[in-house]
């Protein structure tokens, strides 16, 4: 099946710095890609999504920013704040299939 | 209110008992999965179902068995629990359409003795 891989597996930032990150995929055939942030010992909540005819999407202090070509699509947080830190998963999914979760990236936000 | 229900929250209970991990939403998705998480770890989908009567097993092999006899409930089952079963489980669903996201429900954590 697909196979995404997420990096990094762990970050910390110092509150109002801003934290990246990124997940690569090979299948060409992927036209949705979602964020999840995971909260501890809480379900996983859907923050952004986009999809393969967008570039870049924003809501407030998040963005995710897409390359087909590259195949890589990134999560960018600014203004990072203390209830930023949680797990967050990048998924995506080709027509009728499956989500494919990346690995999670644990994100820490000192202040 | 909309939502994807699991009961229980938590579970502990003895080797070789039967399990079963109740999931229903109240959103009229014909699309369900049920995935493995060690707390804050990689999800790993071990069923699905796109609708009454279909089930499918999913990436990670899985000693449990899953049943959609209606639309709103995919309940999971364990037969027969052990340690190795300890872990998370969460229960997700979506609507038809390649643009519904997918939603969570709180999960079951589930602890074997």
């Known amino acids: 099946g697909e196979n995404v891989e997420q990096h990094p597996s762990t970050l910390s930032v110092q509150e109002g710095d801003s934290a990246v990150i990124k997940c690569t995929y090979s299948d060409s055939a992927s036209n949705y890609f979602p964020w999840y942030k995971q909260e501890l010992g809480k379900r996983p909540q859907l923050i952004i999504d986009i999809r393969s005819n967008v570039g870049e999407k924003k809501d407030q202090r998040i963005a995710v920013t897409l390359n087909k070509t590259a195949k890589h699509f990134s999560l960018h947080i600014t203004e990072t704040q203390p209830e930023d830190s949680a797990v967050y998963f990048c998924?995506?999914?080709?027509?009728?299939?499956?989500?494919?979760f990346g690995g999670g990236t644990r994100v820490l936000v000192k202040p | 209110e909309a939502d994807i229900y699991q009961t229980p929250r938590y579970l502990v209970i003895g080797t070789g008992k039967k399990i079963t991990l109740e999931c229903s939403q109240t959103?009229?998705?014909?699309?369900m999965y049920w995935y493995q998480q060690d707390p804050g770890m990689e999800l790993h989908l071990i069923h699905y179902s796109y609708g009454v009567n279909s089930t499918e097993k999913g990436d990670l092999s899985s000693e449990s068995t899953v049943s959609r006899i209606r639309t709103e409930h995919f309940p999971l089952t364990l037969e027969s629990a052990r340690p190795s079963h300890t872990s998370q489980y969460l229960c997700?669903?979506?609507?038809?359409?390649?643009?519904?996201?997918?939603?969570f429900g709180d999960g079951t954590r589930l602890s074997i003795l």
């Open positions: 997700a669903s979506r609507g038809q359409g390649d643009n519904q996201p997918q939603h």
């Open positions: 998924a995506l999914r080709a027509a009728g299939n499956k989500l494919t």
């Open positions: 959103m009229g998705h014909d699309k």
